[in-house]
Structures are given as C-alpha cells and as structure tokens.
C-alpha cells in the first residue's frame, strides 16, 4: 500500500487489476475518478449509489474534457436493473420496476446473470474497466455483484470506511476487512486535505485529520485542543432548554457566517425534533432535508386521502401546520365554521381563504386540497420550514389530479423517484442529519450532539464545513459510541 499524497494516483487506479483506493472526506477522490477514467485506455464503467452522485461525477468529467465515448454512468441499481431486465431468462428477474426490498431481488439477478457468463462479450465489448465510487454505501448484495464484475474487468474501487453510516435495514453494509480489501487490495490512501486546503483553512484540515486518528483508534474527541475556527457551547441537560439553546446558537453563528452556506446537523433518529428547530428559525430562511421516501409525507397522504368532510380540510391543515409557520389553524378553522352557518368570522384575516375552506369540507376533490394549499402558500406572513416535503405533495397532488387514477401515495412515491434522478436543490441554511447531509459541502456547520451518534456519525459531521465549525455537546469531551 502507498500513503504518499504526492503519487500519482489516477494512473494507480487505471492500472489495477483488482484494487481500491481509500479516501478521507474532502481528499479528491471524485477529482482522481475523473483523471483516471481520462487516462485509462478504452471505455470505463463507472458507478456510484445515487443520481446525485452520477450528476457530480459527470460534472467533474466534463470539467476535465473526458470525451464521453471513454465512459459511462450509472447508479449500481439502475446498471443491474438495466442488464437484468435485458436477459430476464437468464437473471430470473421477475419485477422491472422495483420498489424498496424488491431491489433485493435485482442485485441477485444480476450476480446470477454475470455468474452465468451470458454476459461476458457484452461486458467485454462494452467496457475495458469498472471504478466503483462510495464503495462504504454498498450492501453485501451489491458487493457480489461487483465481485462478479471483476471476475472479466478490471475493478477498482473508492470510498472511506469511516463514512458507512447508512442503515439498510435488512441489507448488510459491507465489511471493508472481511469483505472488500481480500478481494480489492488496498492500493492507495487519499490524504491531502484538498477541501480544507482550497478554502484555505490548512489549520481546520490539520485538526480533522487529528480527530480521524482519534476516531481509528475510537478515542474521545477532545474539544479542548480545538483551533480558533471550531467552537463549542455547552448542551443543557435538561431537555426544556436544549431547543432554545440550539435555536440561539443557530441565530449566532447565521450572523457570523454571512452569505455562506449553513448546515445544522442535528438527531438523526429524531426528524420531528429537526422539524421543530427549522420552524423555530423560519422566519431566518432555515429549512428541513428530508430524506427521500418521508415516512411523514406518506402519512399525511394517506391520512388526508381517508378523510372526508370537515376532517378532510382539519387533516389538510394539519399537513400545511406541518409545513409551514402563520397557517393559524385554530382560528382558520373557527372561520370556516362560522362561514358553513352563514357567520362571517375571520373574512379579514383569511379573506377567500375561507371559501376554499369551507369547499374542502364539503368536495372531496384533490383539486379543492390543492388550492388550498396553495392558497395558504401564497398567504402573506406564512414561511415553509419543510419546504421539500410541502413541494413534493403539491407535485403528488398534480400528477393526481392530471391522471385520475391512483393513490396519492403512488403519485408521492413517482415524485420521490423523480427526485432521486435529477437530484435535489439544498438551501444555503439547512438543517438535517448526518445521513441526509453526507456527501454535501457546506461552510459552516453547527452539529448537534446525541447520544447516540457512533464514530462514523462524528466523522462526516465534522468533515461538512470548509470555514467553521460550532459544536453543542453536553461536554468539551466527546466519546461516541461504537
């Protein structure tokens, strides 16, 4: 293995047989992807796990002026669906258009696929090798299916086992000692800091590397030895007072941070507290990073779309509360009521509001719901703090409505499915958790401490921000879990 930052990495990894390349955050491993696949001769395949992923790997390709004839993109999903779906004799895919553990069943198909050796021309004709990005993200299925792979090309594969933080359920992440580097041997580490390095903080990029080695070797992170750039604030016990605490410290570092972008990194298990700190600070433009497949937004459609009558519209509002700040719903609905009897409460506060109110009782339509919805958007004095779970109901609720068939649960699904092709937009003050905000840069970063939170949570909240960090901690002397 070679740690010397000064190698020429791109022309290693275009050169292995079977190997990997480890990289710490912020060290330029999309940056050697791309120099790589630049220089290797033929047609190279490379995958990662997200479209967000594809979109950042073909930006910095197209930055390096790789003809595009020297490459392909894909997620591992989509490239084993594609393959599977084309010889479904052969994989014994059942399903072609999959949804959650379905996706089980299109990794094994297409291990048995390429393990049947039906594929081997077309591999062979199509591709001279394979780098495989954010290698830690892979389930073991996937890690098969890559295996299989490089039974016929040249692989080799990047990623950081100190970033594995995703949970997949009844998937196995892979086991980097056990399962990767027996059959991708360690080639080659990524240590120069060139995140850090770039923005010219050098002194924040030294301390991270400090505080990865205390993670390796899962000792506490001592907060007392942090330079100037990273500050800490005291974490109230007691949990009445955290939120206010979390809030002012979000208000104070805003203010420091000017235009840069500002990430809270907050309870990973917990996405109503993360809601409560955004509508908290609604009226400073925060808002929430919702993961792609929102439990929450499920259950408000399926709640809206049981209900009927008043409690359609009361179900409604409880969705636009969950939203957005200033919808008063109390006296919203007191008006609505008054109006049905032929009162006139609340004409001046909610003007044709009511109107749209009083027809959402008594219409079940999904046209009616979105009106109202879009007249509460529009309402002056109202700020969304969960602004991507607001949006991809409204675009549910069209696509609905456009083709009158369905469940509002199958149009949320289509538009999450969207998102996870063409990505997502995330705005210059966010908050999230570190599942939802890895891979993502930011310039300022204030986390949360939990108690739960391992080594590898620590890790990629720390590596988030290029300018400063603030970090709440019950102490100045951090141990995280396993």
């Given amino acids: 293995m070679r740690d010397d930052p000064e190698a020429d990495i791109a ?13 710490a955050a912020g060290c330029g491993k999309t940056e050697q992807i791309a120099r790589a696949t630049k220089i290797a001769g033929g047609r190279r395949l490379i995958l990662t796990h997200t479209h967000a992923g594809v979109d950042a790997l073909r930006s910095r390709l197209k930055r390096h002026k790789v003809p595009s004839e020297k490459f392909r993109i894909d997620t591992i999903a989509g490239w084993c669906l594609r393959y599977s779906a084309s010889f479904p004799v052969r994989s014994g895919l059942l399903c072609n258009a999959p949804k959650d553990e379905e996706w089980n069943a299109v ?16 591999l062979a004709s199509s591709y001279s090798g394979v780098f495989v990005d954010e290698y830690q993200d892979c389930t073991k299925l996937q890690h098969e299916v890559i295996k299989a792979i490089a039974t016929h090309l040249p692989v080799c594969v990047f990623g ?24 991708f041997n360690k080639a080659v580490t990524l240590t120069t800091p060139w995140r850090w390095q770039n923005a010219g903080n050098g002194v924040l990029a030294n301390w991270l590397s400090d505080v990865r080695d205390a993670l390796d070797q899962r000792t506490i992170i001592d907060l007392t030895r942090r330079p100037t750039c990273v500050s800490w604030e005291r974490l109230p016990d007691d949990p009445r007072f955290r939120l206010s605490k979390i809030v002012g410290t979000c208000k104070s570092v805003m203010g420091k941070a000017g235009d840069g972008r500002l990430v809270v990194i907050g309870d990973a ?21 919702e993961p792609v497949g929102c439990k929450n937004l499920f259950d408000h459609a399926k709640r809206i779309e049981a ?29 609505v009521k008054s109006h049905q009897i032929g009162g006139r409460r609340g004409e001046a506060k909610f003007g044709d509001l009511i109107k749209t109110g009083v027809a959402v009782a008594e219409d079940a339509s999904d046209e009616i719901v979105l009106e109202l919805m879009q007249g509460f958007y529009d309402r002056e004095g109202t700020r969304l703090f969960r602004r ?10 069209q696509i609905k409505i456009a083709r009158q068939c369905g469940t509002l649960a199958d149009s949320i699904w289509e538009v999450q499915n969207r998102i996870r092709h063409v990505g997502r937009k995330i705005g210059k003050r966010s908050i999230g958790s570190t599942l939802l905000v890895k891979g993502l840069e930011f310039d300022h970063a204030v ?20 300018t400063s960090i603030t970090i709440l901690s019950p102490s100045e002397l951090v141990l995280p879990t396993a």
Wanted: with cysteine; net charge neutral.
């Fill in 11 to 23: 022309a290693i990894a275009a050169s292995l047989t079977r190997g990997s390349v480890v990289a």
């Fill in 107 to 122: 990794y094994e198909a297409a291990s048995k696929l390429i393990k049947s050796g039906a594929v081997n021309g077309v």
């Fill in 160 to 183: 950081d086992p100190l970033q594995a933080i995703f949970d997949f359920e009844d998937q196995k992440p892979v086991d980097w000692d056990v399962d990767v580097f027996p059959i």
């Fill in 269 to 289: 298990a917990n996405i109503n507290a993360r809601a409560e700190v955004a509508r908290k600070l609604a009226a400073v433009g925060f808002s929430t990073i």
């Fill in 307 to 335: 209900a009927e009558g008043f409690t359609r519209l009361e179900r409604a509002l409880d969705f636009i509360c969950a939203c957005m700040t200033g919808a008063d719903k109390s006296d919203y609905l007191a008006a």
């Fill in 388 to 397: 991507e779970m607001f949006f991809s109901m409204r675009s549910a609720l």
């Fill in 447 to 466: 986390i949360v401490h939990t108690a739960k939170m391992t080594r590898k949570d620590w890790y990629v909240a720390l590596t988030r921000a290029t």
